[in-house]
T-cell receptor, first 112, second 114 residues
Framework: GENVEQHPSTLSVQEGDSAVIKCTYS??????FPWYKQELGKRPQLIID?????GEKKDQRIAVTLNKTAKHFSLHITETQPEDSAVYFC???????????FGPGTRLSVLP | NAGVTQTPKFRILKIGQSMTLQCAQD?????MYWYRQDPGMGLKLIYY???????DKGEVPNGYNVSRSTTEDFPLRLELAAPSQTSVYFC?????????????FGPGTRLTVT
């Protein structure tokens, strides 16, 4: 079955710096890759996603890149702000929404 | 819209007891999911459903059962609860017909088995 790895497990950056989180997946049949943000005690919320037919997607300060050949995708956050502090999860899915497998998460701390 | 709702919010079970976690969505989403999240860990898919009457196993289905008799409801049944099932349980839903695959999560049920 699918296996999703995520690095680093914790990340601290200064406010205004960039943060990058990387995920790798094992199943070449996966075709949908979302990123979720989870604040302490809250439910996960989608921040950006990418499909296998796209190499890069951007939404304001957040971008995701996908390398299908290498089977990895990355989340890039620029100009980080204290409210970006949270746990971020990547995931991979077959058939656009079936059988999601999540990575273990990255705890991002943005230091003022 | 209420979105995805889950009941109860908290529950303490004794070992060997059974219970049903309720999940409902009012967005007419076709796909629904159950996840568990252990402390400090990621989400593990227990079961999912692509429509009423259709369910399939995820990564960690042992010890759980589901049914989907309507589009709106997707209850999760725990039989013979064990301490290893102590976790936060999230239900989620997605509408795939519009090619938008965002999962909307419920607020979660915190379950402790002692």
């Amino acid at each position: 079955g699918e296996n999703v790895e995520q690095h680093p497990s914790t990340l601290s950056v200064q406010e205004g710096d960039s943060a990058v989180i990387k995920c790798t997946y094992s199943d070449s049949a996966s075709n949908y890759f979302p990123w979720y943000k989870q604040e302490l005690g809250k439910r996960p919320q989608l921040i950006i996603d990418i499909r296998s037919n796209v190499g890069e997607k951007k939404d304001q300060r957040i971008a995701v890149t996908l390398n299908k050949t290498a089977k990895h995708f990355s989340l890039h956050i620029t100009e980080t702000q204290p409210e970006d502090s949270a746990v971020y999860f990547c995931a991979a899915s077959h058939n656009y929404g079936q059988n999601f497998v999540f990575g273990p998460g990255t705890r991002l701390s943005v230091l003022p | 819209n209420a979105g995805v709702t889950q009941t109860p919010k908290f529950r303490i079970l004794k070992i060997g007891q059974s219970m049903t976690l309720q999940c409902a969505q009012d967005m007419n989403h076709n796909y629904m999911y159950w996840y568990r999240q252990d402390p400090g860990m990621g989400l593990k898919l227990i079961y999912y459903s692509v429509g009423a009457g259709i369910t399939d196993k995820g990564e960690v289905p042992n010890g759980y059962n589901v049914s989907r008799s309507t589009t709106e409801d997707f209850p999760l049944r725990l039989e013979l609860a064990a301490p290893s099932q102590t976790s936060v349980y999230f239900c989620a839903s997605t509408e795939t017909s519009a090619a938008i695959y965002e999962q909307y999560f419920g607020p979660g049920t915190r379950l402790t088995v002692t």
